[in-house]
Each structure stands twice: as structure tokens, then as C-alpha cells.
């Protein structure tokens, strides 16, 4: 998966990884995931710029512009420095940090998900978002190095890949993708997948490589 492209794990703290893999996911938004965690990596490892990842020691506006801005990071120079401000600012004066952050919601995924969908919605734009969202939980547990509970309620993320793939599957039909939220998607994968032993967003990694390499398969022989 493109959030693959990280540093090494045994040379960072959880807070670290943490926050690696959070700020960046709100800037996933009509782009390419691979390049955009390229030029997160790229950041993280330049010592010029990998201080936009310390959430208790927050850049001022400009500092902050320039240096997402270096490896492109950021495309939008205005908008992405902004949310990326405004998501390490909620959670530096609400939390502290982002391990405290989970600590708070004891750890749980329901309960996260009330803090930032609901009671801090404003504070995380992007990531408050229902695919983004159900997607950041997912990606923080494979690679944050967090461990929540009631993980099973995490929804499949309806991305572009996801819509076409319940189209192939016959999950939806073209004309129902034409009108259908996303929330409706999940909800349809979440029944087809009822008593199956598979969570929902287990089945995002292999429907979105699928759709990305335009539905082609080889049998083993």
C-alpha cells in the first residue's frame, strides 16, 4: 500500500509514527496516494522540514507554508498548510498529543470516532470525514503502532477504487453509484460481509490494488 513508504519504525517513537501517519492523510484528497507519501517521506527524513510533524511544537503560518510546500507535501499553498495547522492545533490543546489522544478515548475506536466525527468535527477537517476517517483507524493500527478495540465497526472506505470494484462485484449497480453516498456503500458491504469473519475495511487493501490494476488477475497454477 502507499502508506508503506515510511521510515524505519525502530527509529521512532509511537508519538512519532503517530503523527507521521495522521497529518498527511488530510491532505488525500484527489491525489496520488504513492506521491503523496513520497514527499511525506522525503520530509520526514530532510532535518529542514521534519519539524511540521512535531504537534507540541507548532511552526508559525509562513514556516509552516514553506516547508510542507519543499517536497510537495502540500500542492494547495494556502489550504493544506491551513488544515494541517488546524489538526495539530486542535489536537495540541485538546490532547497534547496524539498518544494522549487515544489514551482519552481509552483506546477504543467508538469512542474515537465520537471525539473527532462529533465532538471536535471542526478541528479535524478531512480526517473527521467518513472515508478518511474509517481509513486513518485503520492505518494507524497497521502502521501508527496503535492498538484500539471494537476495530470490527470500522467501515470499508468508499473511495473512487472501492465504488468500482462494488459495481464489478455487483454490490451496487451503475445506476445506484450514480446517486449512492458513501455511507450507503458501507453499509451494503458491512451486510454482504455479515458473519464472514472479514471486517469491512479488511477488504479495502486488496479492492483497491484490484481496481488500481484495472481488474486484472493471474491464476496460480
Not at 30 to 48: F, G, H, M, V
Not at 100 to 112: E, G
Not at 113 to 137: D, L, T
Not at 201 to 221: A, C, D, E, T, V
Request: proline share 6%.
Amino acid at each position: 500500500m502507499p502508506e508503506e513508504s515510511h521510515p524505519p519504525f525502530t527509529k521512532m517513537t509511537t508519538e512519532e509514527r503517530l503523527a507521521y501517519f495522521t497529518l498527511p492523510m488530510a491532505l488525500n484528497y484527489q491525489r496520488d496516494s504513492y506521491k503523496l507519501w513520497k514527499a511525506a517521506l522525503l520530509t520526514y527524513n530532510d532535518s529542514e522540514t521534519k519539524t511540521v510533524f512535531d504537534i507540541t511544537n507548532p511552526l508559525d503560518e509562513k514556516e509552516l507554508q514553506q516547508k510542507l510546500l519543499k517536497h510537495k507535501l502540500a500542492l494547495q499553498p494556502n489550504k493544506h498548510p491551513q488544515t494541517w495547522a488546524k489538526i495539530s492545533r486542535t489536537i495540541q490543546e485538546e490532547y497534547g498529543s496524539l498518544t494522549n489522544l487515544i489514551k482519552t478515548a481509552q483506546n477504543d475506536f467508538l469512542s474515537l470516532r465520537e471525539m473527532i466525527q462529533v465532538k471536535h468535527k471542526k478541528g479535524f477537517p478531512y480526517i473527521s470525514g467518513p472515508k478518511i476517517f474509517n481509513y486513518w483507524a485503520f492505518i494507524i493500527q497497521e502502521y501508527g503502532g496503535a492498538t484500539l478495540t471494537n476495530t470490527e465497526y470500522i467501515e470499508i472506505a468508499p473511495d473512487t477504487h472501492i465504488t468500482q470494484c462494488s459495481i464489478k462485484l455487483g454490490i451496487i449497480d451503475k445506476n445506484e453509484a450514480l446517486g449512492i453516498t458513501k455511507e450507503e456503500i458501507s453499509k451494503k458491504w458491512r451486510e454482504v460481509l455479515f458473519e464472514s469473519g472479514i471486517t469491512p475495511i479488511q477488504m479495502h487493501p486488496p479492492l483497491w490494488f484490484w481496481s488500481r490494476n484495472g481488474f486484472i488477475y493471474k491464476l496460480k497454477n
